[in-house]
């Protein structure tokens, strides 16, 4: 079982930069895809970005192209969220996962961390 553990979060004015870490332990992430998701209270966990095993392959949900970039260094086990540009609809609590595919769909992630909180102030 892999144990993840993200850090970055923090409180980010409008147009701001933050970058969101996720550190893996127990088991090697570097055959396996990871992903970003995130959650406001009372709505549903929401796909945000994915990358395959090699970091050659990624995939955002919409609202984020442009602005955030994943990416893996699987000699440290390690992806992260770079994110630019920042809004207040992008106030949330960001976990990441891993799956096996580039999924949006949260079912298909089998270990999660325990999230970081971005706020960004409107």
């Known amino acids: 079982q892999v144990q993840l553990l993200e850090s970055g979060g923090g409180l980010v004015q409008a147009g701001g930069s933050l970058r969101l870490s996720c550190a893996a332990s127990?088991?090697?992430?570097?055959?396996?895809?990871m992903g970003w998701f995130r959650q406001v209270p009372g709505k549903e966990r929401e796909f945000v970005a994915a990358?395959?095993?090699?970091?050659?392959?990624?995939r955002y949900t919409d609202s984020v192209k442009g602005r955030f970039t994943i990416f893996r260094d699987n000699a440290k086990n390690t992806v992260a969220l770079q994110m630019n540009s920042l809004k207040p609809e992008d106030t949330a609590v960001y976990y990441c996962?891993?799956?096996?595919?580039?999924?949006?769909?949260?079912?298909?992630?089998?270990?999660w961390g325990q999230g970081t909180q971005v706020t960004v102030p409107s």
């Open positions: 996962a891993v799956g096996r595919t580039t999924s949006s769909i949260a079912g298909m992630y089998e270990s």
């Open positions: 127990g088991r090697s992430i570097s055959s396996y895809t």
């Open positions: 990358i395959n095993w090699s970091g050659g392959s990624s």
